[in-house]
């Protein structure tokens, strides 16, 4: 069972919306206490989108907010990002990932959780967005 699959990509014009989700397997899931959402361009490091504590603490980058937001349901194991107002610099490749905490002191405050401490991650579903 491959851990995260994410889906919901695709190519928009920007102004649109769309929702990827991130279906997660049962054994990381029961212990995936901080999920986020991360994106990369060709050349760049991976950065920080959006991620979400236990207690449903939401953080966000400073370039998605009041446009994403993040969301889980536990019924059906599966991370959400929704995306309105799409521009063209949020064309990236999206990816899901997990892991056993959030860093809860930052994630209070509306800092993300850094990459490196996310165990667990998808394969990446595609995100384009044109002027």
């Known amino acids: 069972q491959v851990p995260l699959v994410e889906s919901g990509g695709g190519s928009v014009e920007a102004g649109g919306s769309l929702r990827l989700s991130c279906v997660v397997s049962d054994y990381i899931y029961s212990s995936a206490y901080c999920m986020g959402w991360f994106r990369q361009t060709p050349g760049k490091e991976r950065e920080g989108v959006a991620t979400l504590d236990s207690d449903g603490t939401p953080a966000y980058a400073n370039s998605v907010k009041g446009r994403f937001t993040i969301s889980r349901d536990s019924a059906k194991n599966t991370l959400y990002l929704q995306m309105n107002s799409l521009k063209p610099e949020d064309t990236a490749m999206y990816y899901c990932?997990?892991?056993?905490?959030?860093?809860?002191?930052?994630?209070?405050?509306?800092?993300?959780?850094?990459?490196?401490?996310?165990?667990?991650w998808g394969q990446g579903t595609q995100v384009t967005v044109s002027s």
């Open positions: 990932a997990a892991a056993s905490e959030c860093m809860s002191a930052i994630q209070s405050l509306g800092l993300l959780t850094p990459p490196h401490l996310f165990h667990y």
